[in-house]
């Protein structure tokens, strides 16, 4: 079942790399902040990675692109049952799996989703999502860049004598995760009008209402998302169009590029090529960037460590390149 992948030992892989894993959301700085033996199984397709010896023994993830739980459920119940047959998962007839942490304790399931809202913050409107989720018993918040504090350095292990090496604190380059999925801003302090919505409570619920409630919600918080992309190129379309002609001049034109600055790019672009504002440009192009635009990235495609003006200048060269050919609609 596991054979189309790979496992890294964290003793083996230097930051830069345990960086680069963090950004595309493999691994959580759970795992990268702690100590002993540990380290991460990554499925070659990059959907699945499961975490060894971080906050839990165990911490299996699949990411997919788009809304699909039941498919991502399906994968995770495949590689949970297979290991639950081979391991001594700690269980309790009445409370369910047992982790250290209390919130998890129960199925253990977390599911959530992120979502683009551009539309609804420019609206105003955020505040009636974050009612509905609150509504629901659900976390619903903005992602933003940069470390979580409670993690500011990286400790990894080396040699078999046990001893460590203090890393350098993780840099604000990039969207780092937990694991309950990413950084928490408030909702009006979202970084590329990035959210979060998820489940907080895994006891007392099935992962089968887990799934249903996560997808409920998130179905109608893009429907509240099209409606007001719908009303504001009806009211507001010079408006809509200054905003995605202005992004799109500076991310073909800059020559310093920091990480939130591009975010907020991003967010302009991909809501001006979802409401036919640009010509040219895909969304998978824009994930593209999403994550190639993050720090440990740009410095492995550089092959060398850089500093701020350095990365500053990466990203900008890469929007460039990325968005040269992209022709607005006006």
Not at 69 to 98: C, V
Not at 124 to 145: C, D, K, N, S
Not at 212 to 237: C, K, S, W, Y
Request: include cysteine.
């Amino acid at each position: 079942l596991l054979a189309a992948g790979h496992y890294f030992a964290f003793p083996e892989l230097d930051h830069k790399e345990l960086r680069f894993l963090a950004e595309r959301r493999l691994v959580t700085q759970n795992v990268m902040a702690g100590r002993g033996p540990r380290g991460v199984y990554i499925a070659d397709d990059q959907f699945l990675s499961i975490m060894i010896n971080g906050a839990e023994h165990l911490t299996m993830r699949v990411v997919l692109p788009g809304l699909q739980p039941q498919e991502a459920w399906a994968r995770l119940n495949l590689i949970d049952d297979t290991l639950n047959g081979l391991l001594d998962f700690a269980y309790d007839d009445r409370l369910g799996y047992l982790t250290s942490v209390l919130a998890h304790v129960g199925t253990g399931l977390r599911m959530s989703a992120v979502l683009h809202l551009p539309a609804v913050m420019f609206g105003g409107r955020i505040a009636e999502q974050l009612a509905l989720a609150e509504q629901h018993r659900l976390l619903f918040h903005g992602l933003r860049a940069g470390t979580d504090l409670k993690f500011p350095r990286v400790r990894v292990a080396r040699g078999d004598d046990g001893g460590e090496r203090l890393m350098a604190p993780v840099k604000d380059d990039a969207l780092y995760t937990d694991t309950t999925g990413g950084l928490a801003a408030h909702v009006n302090e979202a970084e590329g009008d990035l959210f979060l919505l998820g489940n907080q409570n895994t006891l007392g619920l099935s992962e089968e209402e887990v799934l249903f409630q996560v997808n409920h919600v998130a179905t109608e918080m893009i429907q509240a998302e099209r409606g007001a992309r719908e009303a504001i190129l009806t009211d507001n379309p010079r408006g809509l169009e200054d905003r995605v002609g202005r992004s799109l001049g500076v991310a073909t034109g800059a020559r310093l590029l920091g990480f939130s600055e591009g975010l907020s790019l991003l967010s302009s672009l991909r809501f001006g090529c979802s409401t036919g504002q640009i010509r040219g440009l895909a969304l998978p192009l824009l994930n593209e960037v999403l994550l190639s635009s993050q720090g440990a990235h740009l410095e492995m495609a550089a092959g060398h460590d850089c500093d701020e003006f350095t990365l500053n200048v990466e990203r900008a060269n890469l929007f460039r390149n990325r968005f040269a050919s992209v022709d607005r609609k006006f």
